[in-house]
């Protein structure tokens, strides 16, 4: 099993293969994530929402319309309905911790969560995992858009480590990572200068921006030292 790294204060910038390998194989199924691992990230990036009959499910949108033969919401739908429909006409819906089973503790893992109702799943599992599989907090960094969420999580559980996504201010990102002890800001890649890269590190906060597909971007991630970059293509990088 390769090394495993999570923290970044070696010079290593570490590779975040978003939703999988998305820029090879479909979003979010086990495919994706293998291919992922076998392309050298250091960790996936993966969204979950919860079905109706309450399971954590890897899927981007709140439906399923774009990503699979079948339509209607995730919330509104149980894991058997879920797995009966496909994605491009051979992968199934993967669960949480079906991609965690897969995953093996071979690269950490970002939950993003899609909505404050998976906090308190994601929470447990996380902790199921830590228990009774020999896992620890290394392998798992918890983000969302939803800052409620966030509180939620760090509420609940004061180790989990959180990344605070945003896509807008950063200010007030940086206030509210601190605030919760974040381990990481995530924003989008053009947001971020040089000089607020260093602000955010120099408050013990890693940076991970997403999702930087372009090899001029990569460039001007590295430059600026981000601690992590979040991809499509993580051989660009
Ligand atoms: O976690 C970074 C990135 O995945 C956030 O945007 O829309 O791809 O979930 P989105
Ligand atoms: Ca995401």
Redesign the pocket.
Known sequence: MKAFFYFSGMNKILKIG??GAKGYEPENTLISFEKAIEMGADGI?L?VHLSLDGHLIVI?DETIDRTTNGKGVVNELTLQELKSFTINEKYAIPTLDEVLDLVNQRCFI?I?L?GQDTAEKVVQLIEHYISDKNWNNNHFIV?S?DWNALQQVRFLNENIRI?V?T?SNLDLAISFARFMKAEAL?P?FQLLTNEYTAKIQERGIQV?P??VNEKEAIQSMKSFKVDGI?TDFLDLL
């Open positions: 978003h939703r990036e969204d981007h970002n993003e899609k983000s858009f990344g996504l896509e995530h989008d991970f997403w999702t979040i």
